[in-house]
């Protein structure tokens, strides 16, 4: 059977993020895109019948803030775990975090990192 996606993009949050104690003092802004994939979500006119992006945004954003993370690699798996425990519909999950700034002394550009996990998929 067909499955649908939910794509979120640009979400963003202010974190506590990175291996180098000036990246999580000064704290930086990070950019979020999320595909959740369900089954057929427009079966029916019903937010219960499949995944409430606002609130997948606010749960992300709240996550993404309420700690300090050394790794862009944790603060994905983090939020993948947090998806799939509040959201049985979803069946697999692709995130990609990019780190807008990076306040490290002679680093330049933009990393990113991007995961992908299926319910059935262990994420730990």
């Given at each position: 059977?067909?499955?649908?996606?939910i794509i979120l993009k640009d979400?963003?949050?202010?974190?506590?993020l990175g291996s180098y104690d000036s990246?999580?003092?000064l704290g930086q802004c990070v950019i979020i895109n999320?595909?959740?994939e369900l089954d057929p979500a427009g079966r029916s006119s019903r937010i219960e019948d499949t995944v409430n992006y606002v609130e997948v945004s606010?749960?992300?954003?709240?996550?993404?803030?309420?700690?300090?993370?050394?790794?862009?690699e944790n603060l994905a798996h983090e939020i993948?775990?947090?998806?799939?425990?509040?959201f049985d519909k979803l069946e697999a999950i692709l995130?990609?975090?990019?780190?807008?700034?990076?306040?490290?002394?002679?680093?330049?550009?933009?990393?990113?990192?991007?995961?992908?996990?299926?319910?059935?998929q262990p994420t730990a």
């Open positions: 059977m067909p499955k649908d996606c979400l963003q949050a202010f974190c506590k990246e999580r003092i999320l595909e959740l606010i749960m992300v954003r709240t996550l993404a803030q309420s700690k300090e993370f050394l790794l862009v993948v775990e947090k998806l799939f425990k509040h995130i990609e975090i990019n780190k807008t700034i990076v306040n490290a002394e002679q680093f330049t550009g933009n990393p990113s990192i991007r995961i992908h996990r299926s319910r059935s």
